[in-house]
């Protein structure tokens, strides 16, 4: 009998071991990714973010000749903005104006080729494939209750959440907790431990439409409306829709597992001068190189101001009016953005990733503007569009 329970206890044992040996080896690369961003001091991250990432899908482009990028480097009238770009550090900087590339400079492990971490940036680029789900009818309209698309909200109160609420970031959803260091719902989301439950969980924390409240939850519930109904991978309808058409080279997406849910709230990896494609087709209303990339109409209420927030559209943010400091939120809690300056030219767009991750779009001025780089707390949104308009209109 007492040789019996040992065998039962010692098999147990072995199945225990066995399973945390099995599950540490399903989670072992998303481990070492964690560590790797725990131990990296700020500040000091690698240009190219496939140094981190253990998994990437790619999304399929088109690349072709970007015309005007043979211009002048360097260009000494921009001499202030090229200055400030170094000294955060930049890994990528581009001035483009009046179809010329007039600036291209790469530093601090940053290269031409390099796709490095974009963070928030992707956002904007999702909302551009939200355009065309809705030209293509797999959403019906930005005013449908969210619960349509996510059987799991039918019929709940989450699911009276519109489209657009989450697009214009007014869901009034809770946030993932950071409470738990490693084993905390932010942490799991990002190293790819079950998205889709810790997104399902989210609870209302106040009303919907009441308040802005700037959440990756929001956009990634919006990825995953899109990845359950596209019909196709998200990164093949992101080629095939945008990224082909637009002339770009081969970017990639983060999925929590190979085939898995994409996390759409940050993190598109793209060469420098693809964010400066998508600036220069939204300058030219939708278009470059003679194609349409946006469904006709779809610009105009990206950077239409939401109703809650007048420097935000959806998924973008524009440059009015002047606040010094910019929150990501109406309760002014968190790092805000530094903004010394109005911006002079006020039709100014823009992507915003974490710590100047930056591509700013001038439609009235002829002007993109690129910068990646690691990220700054003292990034100082109006330094360089200001320094590159005041450099323009002096010469003019």
């Given amino acids: 009998m007492f040789i019996r329970i040992i065998k039962w206890f010692a098999g147990g044992v072995g199945l225990i071991v066995a399973l945390i040996v099995a599950f540490l080896a399903w989670q072992w690369p998303y481990a070492v990714y964690m560590y790797r961003g725990m131990t990296v001091p700020r500040g000091t991250e690698p240009a190219d973010a496939a140094n981190y990432l253990p998994v990437v899908e790619r999304v399929a482009g088109a690349a072709r000749a970007l015309p005007g990028a043979d211009a002048a480097r360097d260009d000494a009238r921009f001499e202030d903005a090229i200055a400030y770009a170094e000294t955060m550090k930049s890994w990528s900087f581009l001035i483009w104006h009046d179809d ?76 993932t907790s950071a409470a738990g260091g490693p084993f905390s719902e932010t942490v799991r989301f990002q190293t790819g431990l079950f998205p889709e ?55 990639f997406v983060v999925p929590a597992r190979p085939g898995g849910f994409i996390r759409t709230s940050g993190t598109l990896l793209a060469m420098p001068r693809d964010w400066l494609r998508l600036g220069i087709m939204l300058k030219n209303g939708g278009e470059i190189d003679g194609q349409r990339v946006l469904p006709p109409g779809w610009l105009e209420q990206m950077i239409t101001p939401s109703a809650l927030n007048p420097r935000y559209g959806l998924q973008i943010w524009l440059s009015k009016p002047h606040v010094e400091q910019r929150f990501y939120n109406d309760f002014k809690t968190g790092v805000p953005v530094i903004e010394k300056e109005a911006f002079l030219a006020e039709d100014t767009f823009y992507f915003d990733g974490f710590g100047g991750q930056r591509v700013y779009v001038t439609p009235s001025e002829n002007l993109v503007i690129v910068r990646t780089g690691p990220a700054r707390f003292d990034w100082d949104d109006s330094a360089i569009p200001n320094m590159v308009v005041r450099a323009l209109r002096g010469a003019s």
Avoid: C
């Fill in 100 to 175: 010329k590339l007039l600036v291209e400079r790469y530093g601090n492990g940053g290269t031409a080729d390099t796709r490095g971490e974009s963070a928030s940036m992707h956002k904007s680029v999702m909302a551009m494939v939200v355009g065309h789900a809705l030209a293509d009818g797999i959403i019906k309209s930005l005013e449908d209750p969210i619960g349509n698309y996510i059987d799991e909200w039918r019929g709940d109160d989450r699911g009276e959440i519109t489209v657009r609420q989450l697009l214009t970031m007014t869901s009034g959803l809770t946030t």
């Fill in 197 to 251: 439950s810790l997104l399902l969980s989210r609870q209302i924390q106040r009303p919907a439409g009441a308040n802005f409240e700037y959440l990756n939850v929001n956009s990634n519930l919006i990825g995953l409306i899109l990845q359950r109904h596209l019909g196709a991978r998200y990164s093949a309808y992101l080629s095939e829709k945008v990224w082909k058409p637009l002339g770009a080279a081969d970017a």
